[in-house]
């Protein structure tokens, strides 16, 4: 600090017209600053790079969108499929299950219990034998399933999609922006750094954008795909169980009773 001292009095002394004072420059925050140039570089871009953004800029609101109501939907399944196969393991009554299914209107194993609870009183009233009757519930159970799997599978190939051609749409909006600058480039004359950098800058932007809605989706898409699967997989062994039970205890007393115990020791 002395030293510094020493050399300002020293300069002031050779000659005072070098030292001014100095005015204290203003500046912006760091996140402030890099918002503003985000914007001003979105709104130099030119028409075919803010076309790619708008675009962009809807995939990712609309990935956004199936990612709530996914985590949602897929919460409430998951969690009433359970508390359902809990009421399924300890009725003693079909048939009362049967009324109380409803209230599990999230759960894709309730509505599959009830589809297959109707088609076997749909065989019982055609007196069907047993093998016929158990081919009839056993295709429902399957058409059960495979409606709510697609149910529940629904918009997320878009997430797939978002994931795939987001970076590359980006990267079409980022070469075209360049091809821009470029082209200004040569009818200004001049290809110096201050020049060239704002239009690049202005062109990376769409690929950072694509970037940016697709990483999101990529993940989630995965997320609930898996999610899904194992939901499919509860399906298909209830399916499996409930097929058991009818087997054993149910259709072998023959067409009349619609009431019967769940339990394997029942």
């Given at each position: 600090m002395?030293?510094?001292?020493?050399l300002?009095?020293?300069a002031?002394a050779?000659d005072p017209?070098?030292?001014?004072?100095?005015?204290?420059?203003?500046v912006?925050p760091v996140?402030?600053?890099?918002?503003?140039?985000?914007?001003?570089m979105?709104?130099?871009?030119?028409?075919v790079?803010?076309?790619v953004?708008?675009?962009?800029?809807?995939?990712?609101?609309?990935?956004?969108?199936?990612i709530?109501?996914?985590a949602?939907?897929l919460?409430?399944?998951?969690?009433?499929?359970?508390?359902?196969?809990?009421?399924f393991?300890?009725?003693?009554?079909?048939?009362?299950?049967y009324?109380e299914?409803?209230?599990f209107?999230s759960?894709?194993i309730?509505?599959i219990?009830r589809?297959g609870?109707?088609?076997?009183g749909?065989?019982?009233?055609?007196?069907?034998?047993q093998?016929?009757?158990?081919e009839?519930?056993?295709?429902?159970?399957?058409?059960?399933?495979?409606?709510?799997?697609?149910?529940?599978?629904?918009?997320l190939p878009?997430?797939?999609?978002c994931?795939?051609?987001?970076?590359?749409?980006?990267?079409?909006g980022?070469?075209?922006?360049?091809?821009?600058s470029f082209?200004?480039i040569g009818?200004?004359?001049?290809?110096?750094?201050a020049?060239?950098?704002?239009?690049?800058?202005?062109?990376?932007?769409?690929?950072?954008?694509?970037l940016?809605?697709a990483?999101?989706?990529?993940?989630?898409?995965?997320?609930?795909?898996?999610?899904?699967?194992?939901?499919?997989a509860?399906?298909?062994?209830f399916?499996?169980?409930?097929?058991?039970?009818?087997?054993?205890d149910?259709l072998?007393?023959?067409?009349?009773?619609?009431?019967?115990k769940?339990?394997?020791g029942?």
């Open positions: 002395s030293v510094t001292l020493s300002l009095a020293f002031q050779a017209s070098l030292v001014t004072t100095a005015t204290p420059a203003t912006a996140g402030t600053a890099a918002t503003s140039n985000i914007v001003q979105i709104g130099h871009a030119g028409p790079v803010k076309g953004l708008l675009a962009l800029s809807g995939f990712s609101l609309f990935s956004w969108a199936i709530l109501s996914k949602i939907q919460s409430w399944a998951s969690r009433n499929s359970n508390a359902f196969l809990d009421a393991w300890q009725s003693r009554s079909l048939t009362n299950l009324a299914a409803a209230g209107g759960s894709p309730a509505h219990f589809i609870y109707q088609e076997l749909r065989v019982h009233k055609a007196r069907l034998d093998r016929t009757a158990m009839n519930v056993q295709r429902a159970l399957r058409r059960s399933s495979a409606a709510e799997g697609t149910r529940l599978f629904k918009y878009f997430l797939a999609t994931g795939n051609a987001a970076p590359f749409i980006g990267l079409f980022t070469v075209w922006g360049i091809m821009d082209h200004e009818l200004a004359g001049s290809a110096n750094l020049t060239v950098a704002p239009g690049i800058s202005e062109a990376l932007v769409a690929t950072a954008v694509g940016a809605a990483i999101p989706a990529v993940i989630f898409f995965n997320y609930f795909n898996s999610w899904v699967r194992e939901l499919e509860e399906m298909s062994n399916n499996a169980d409930f097929i058991n039970i009818l087997e054993r149910l072998k007393r023959g067409p009349a009773p619609l009431t019967g769940t339990n394997a029942d």
